[in-house]
């Protein structure tokens, strides 16, 4: 069962002045990215004082699909330890095969990961894709 999404209430608001082009532009890339112009700017406000990227819903599905596989991961060393604890022998092959296998999810998740945030930190204004 997934856990329920947080939403986190907005409650301050900021009201600004934007020459005729300045907004056609904001609504323009707002569009090509599928968000509201207000999450658009809250992003670029977060990346200027460093609070990391701040991912649109492509960012975040990638997201909850690698956490998916860190739980995975989870289950699997769980799995691993409850077969040292049972004090049964283990197949040293077995636990190599096992272990090469996290390995090789562990990576990719990695990859997955620098990836994800190198893609939102450096996505380019004008140049970025939905």
Do not use: C, W
């Amino acid at each position: 069962m997934a856990r329920p999404i947080k939403t986190i209430k907005k409650s301050e608001t900021l009201h600004i002045r934007l020459l005729e082009e300045e907004r056609r532009s904001l609504n323009e890339l707002s569009e090509e990215l599928g968000v509201k112009p207000s999450i658009f700017v809250r992003r670029l406000i977060r990346e200027a004082v460093n609070q990391g990227p701040d991912f649109f819903d492509d960012g975040i599905k990638e997201l909850r699909e690698t956490n998916r596989q860190i739980a995975a991961i989870g289950r699997n060393l769980n799995r691993l330890v409850l077969m040292m604890n049972s004090g049964d022998p283990i197949n040293g092959i077995d636990l190599r095969i096992e272990y090469e296998n996290l390995s090789v999810l562990y990576e990719n998740i990695q990859g997955s990961y620098l990836a994800l945030f190198r893609r939102a930190k450096n996505r380019e204004i004008g140049k970025i894709t939905p």
